[in-house]
């Protein structure tokens, strides 16, 4: 499933957040990077231990904690410690590839060293889209290819499985912070399923209040939730 996730951090956080990064110290993108995405990847990014990073992760788990539709979409067990990366000059695309199926936690703390299963990735924008010109996320999968971009502040999840890009920055700088979500719920069909059904549920509600039937319904989604959560 392809989501997009509109205003996950406001306009204030954002422009606090690119202030911050006017100011950051980019490294080789390559670092991080799989065998096969090494030879496509070319752009920066910062150092897990940067102290603009470590910022920016914690605007963004913070409003990850408070998104209900992006909890909802995704059912978080685990999350991988987001980066931050910027697309500019001559480092500036990131052709096709897939990411790595299992990635090793790296911030500081009692979870290091814990792998997260990259069920679901997540990209949020941090720049302007009039700001730059390409650098569109292209993702290609059952639905086809999608070219995602979006306003500053705004948030796309995408299977984990998906070969995507990011097609070159040809004028200006696109700056983001990308994390893998691993979900309750491996699969995607079924966290569709349960998306769909909790979506359907708040409109019944929001329009007919409760009933016995939206009980009986909550009660058939947390019972497919109990079926299919691995904790
Ligand atoms: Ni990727």
Not at 124 to 141: A, K, N
Not at 200 to 216: D, F, I, M, V
């Amino acid at each position: 499933m392809l989501l997009n996730i509109p205003e996950l951090l406001s306009a204030d956080t954002v422009r606090t957040l690119r202030e911050s990064l006017a100011h950051a110290r980019w490294s080789d993108g390559r670092d991080s990077a799989g065998s096969q995405a090494r030879q496509v990847k070319n752009n920066q990014q910062l150092a897990h231990d940067d102290a603009i990073a470590l910022q920016v992760r914690q605007a963004v788990l913070a409003a990850m904690e408070r998104s209900t539709l992006l909890l909802t979409a995704a059912l978080p067990k685990r999350v991988f410690t987001p980066r931050v990366n910027r697309y500019s000059g001559t480092a500036n695309q990131y052709g096709p590839h897939v990411d790595n199926a299992i990635r090793t936690l790296a911030q500081p703390g009692p979870q290091l060293g814990q792998r997260v299963r990259t069920d679901i990735s997540c990209t949020v924008f941090l720049s302007d889209p009039d700001r730059y010109e390409g650098g569109e996320l292209c993702i290609t999968d059952t639905f086809g290819e999608q070219r995602i971009k979006l306003p500053a502040g705004d948030a796309v999840i995408y299977p984990g499985t998906s070969v995507h890009q990011v097609l070159p920055v040809t004028r200006g700088e696109r700056l983001a912070c990308f994390f893998w979500i691993e979900s309750l719920v491996r699969s995607d069909e079924q966290r569709r399923l349960l998306f769909d059904m909790d979506m359907a549920l708040l409109s019944l509600r929001t329009q007919h209040g409760e009933s016995p039937q939206t009980t009986a319904l909550t009660s058939t989604y947390h019972n497919l939730l109990r079926l299919w959560a691995d904790t």
